[in-house]
């Protein structure tokens, strides 16, 4: 009685060790079935966000946001969780002129902004003044613009439209916002 006591803690340890090691193999297969069925396989966190905030005509089960440390995908069936690089933050803003909509955490799949497809020019700078971004950029078909910054830091946007500027200040921390939206009225 005692060796087959012994045999089962035995046989049942060595099960659990091997469910536990089969988990992440089982996470990872259906991690990347998710993705090759809405297109994104073999693409880096980055180039997920860039397909999925660029395009207004990604399927309408999919649902996506992202915060400063994670890109959660979901389709009612299906969630997946992908991390942000650990020294990278993205931040997705939608000047305006006319209207907006509040946001703290954007979904790539909705947040919808008023300019869509013009350029404007984007000034951002840390607290000392050094330029961080300086350049001419495209709104996306969503009337957003999102950009990639570095990690940890207090920032200054600026942006400049048909005369108009919009200012606010960013943070681009773990718990940092990742949609600016009503700040960016174009005075």
């Known amino acids: 009685m ?3 006591k012994g045999f089962l803690l035995i046989l049942g340890g060595l099960l659990i060790t091997l469910i536990i090691a089969l988990s992440p193999v089982q ?3 259906a991690q990347a079935a998710f993705l090759a069925q809405y297109g994104l396989s073999g693409l880096d966190v980055k180039e997920v966000v860039k397909a999925l905030d660029s395009n207004i005509d990604e399927p309408k089960e999919l649902s996506s946001s992202i915060t400063g ?7 009612g069936k299906s969630k997946v969780v992908l991390e942000v690089p650990k020294d990278s933050f993205y931040l997705s803003f939608a000047p305006y002129e006319n209207s907006s909509h509040p946001c703290g ?12 497809n013009v350029i404007v020019h984007v000034l951002i700078t840390d607290s000392k003044g050094t330029v961080i971004l300086d350049q001419d ?11 990639w910054l ?3 830091m207090n920032l200054n946007l600026a942006v400049n439209y048909n005369g108009k500027v919009a200012r606010a200040p960013i943070a681009t921390f773990a718990e940092s ?11």
């Open 2 to 4: 005692k060796k087959n």
């Open 27 to 29: 996470t990872q297969r």
């Open 69 to 75: 440390e994670h890109l959660t995908l979901q389709d």
């Open 150 to 152: 570095p990690k940890n």
């Open 137 to 147: 950029l495209e709104m996306m078909d969503n009337g957003f613009i999102g950009v």
């Open 177 to 187: 916002e990742t949609c600016l939206t009503t700040p960016l009225k174009l005075n």
């Open 105 to 116: 955490f954007h979904s790539l799949s909705g947040c919808r902004g008023e300019l869509v």
